[in-house]
């Protein structure tokens, strides 16, 4: 068995459990590569939540998509979409708009220079993704990719 993890945060009893060790490994890896995630967003003046809303927008068939919309495809949840592309507009990131048959319902969009900053990105992230799992396998990436998503079946709202 690996005894990486304790190594790295210097625990000396065993885990309770193989459940609870995986779900510290998991924690521990997420928060090492969150954290490698913020230092490559700063460099072009990003948070990586407002990289996702942009991807988000970037995506957007229709060209625009409601607060909610954006809000539930979000990676990570956030609390105030709202803020979030208040800033992204404040930026001149993003754009919002009255829905023409529904003046209460607005909708916010990727401006120019939203879709020209991704491009700016994308192979600088391309690369950087590289780097953090590049050594690790097609067929392990997508093994861990599946045991990912079962893990996160019983906690998944319905």
């Not at 521990?28 to 460099?43: P, S």
């Not at 409601?66 to 609390?79: A, D, L, Q």
């Not at 953090?132 to 045991?147: E, K, P, T, W």
Request: net charge positive.
């Amino acid at each position: 068995m690996n005894d990486g993890l304790k190594r790295e945060i210097r625990q000396r009893r065993p885990f309770g459990s193989p459940a609870e060790e995986a779900l510290l490994n998991l924690f521990r890896t997420a928060a090492v590569l969150e954290a490698g995630e913020a230092r490559f967003f700063r460099r072009f003046e990003l948070t990586p939540t407002q990289y996702n809303a942009l991807r988000i927008l970037r995506g957007a068939r229709s060209g625009t998509l409601t607060c909610s919309e954006v809000g539930e495809r979000m990676v990570k949840p956030v609390p105030d979409v709202t803020r979030l592309l208040d800033r992204l507009q404040a930026k001149g990131l993003a754009f919002r708009s009255r829905d023409q048959r529904d003046r209460r319902v607005v909708k916010v969009g990727i401006s120019e220079a939203g879709l020209a900053l991704l491009a700016e990105i994308d192979r600088p992230l391309a690369d950087w993704i590289d780097e953090q799992l590049g050594h690790v396998s097609d067929g392990d990436l997508l093994r861990l990719s599946a045991l990912l998503e079962r893990a996160r079946a019983p906690a998944e709202p319905d």
